[in-house]
């Protein structure tokens, strides 16, 4: 199993690490002694944070859905840890367009079951890896205004909680990242919603990656950078009419605001 805590030396790859919680973990990662890939679409971006990091970081810039391969490549044959950063903050609700609810779920849900595909061989064979979804405090709950992210979300989350279940006794360490709001360009664009929603309690990206490690450090599959989600998802399994009704209340102000 990989040993935890010992990041010198290891080889991780971060998508949608050309700002916000990305670039974070990047920056943490290689801090902690691992070479790392900075994915991103926008290859100035890579770019950007790589130099920022220096001689431990390679920016692969490109599609998260296929980056796997030309990563593992950049790193020298092998990935210790994936982290599926990338996601797409799609808003609308059940009448959005068919092309933005299927973004939204190439981007985050299928990018992570691509990656795992081609991940999962070798850290089967040898024992160990460890697979990061950056999930959001949606996949553990819902947000107004954004139906086809919420459920992607959803989605991601579903997906790391069956590779968790079906290979942690194979040496595989799966983490689901479940933050609310993040100062983050993607908090601007939820607009009025997460102003209402998410602005109040934002945190850092540093503080994400913070939770990250404190969580890897003890074995954790959740990781709630903001710790009130745990009571949120408590109500919502335990209560849910009265916790749809709380969320009606909301959508209900933002309707009005």
């Not at 391969?69 to 950049?74: I, P, S």
């Not at 890896?129 to 979300?153: D, E, H, N, Q």
């Not at 990656?209 to 890897?216: H, I, N, P, V």
Request: glycine fraction near 10%.
């Amino acid at each position: 199993m990989f040993p935890v805590g010992a990041y010198q030396d290891t080889r991780v790859v971060v998508t949608g690490a050309g700002g916000g919680i990305g670039a974070a973990l990047a920056h943490r990662f290689a801090a902690e002694g691992a070479t790392v890939v900075v994915n991103d679409l926008d290859p100035a971006r890579a770019a950007s944070v790589a130099g920022e990091i220096g001689a431990r970081a390679i920016a692969v810039p490109g599609d998260a859905s296929t980056v796997v391969e030309e990563a593992r490549e950049a790193l020298g044959g092998t990935v210790d840890i994936y982290c599926a950063n990338a996601g797409l903050a799609s808003g609308g609700d059940a009448f959005a367009d068919e092309a933005v609810w299927d973004a939204a779920w190439q981007t985050n849900v299928m990018a992570h079951v691509r990656a795992a595909r081609l991940l999962l061989p070798d850290w089967l064979e040898r024992g160990s890896g460890r697979f990061v979804s950056t999930v959001s405090a949606a996949g553990l709950l819902t947000m107004i205004g954004a139906a086809p992210y919420s459920v992607t979300k959803h989605g991601a989350l579903a997906f790391a909680e069956w590779l968790s279940l079906t290979y942690r006794h194979r040496g595989i360490q799966v983490h689901a990242i479940c933050p609310q709001g993040v100062r983050t360009d993607m908090l601007t664009a939820a607009g009025s919603a997460g102003e209402l929603v998410l602005a109040p309690t934002a945190i850092e990206p540093e503080t994400v990656a913070d939770a990250l490690f404190d969580g890897m450090e003890k074995g954790r599959f959740l990781i709630l950078p903001h710790p009130e989600v745990a009571d949120f998802y408590a109500a919502r399994a335990t209560a849910p009419d009265r916790w749809l009704t709380g969320m009606n209340q909301i959508q209900q102000k933002w309707e009005g605001a």
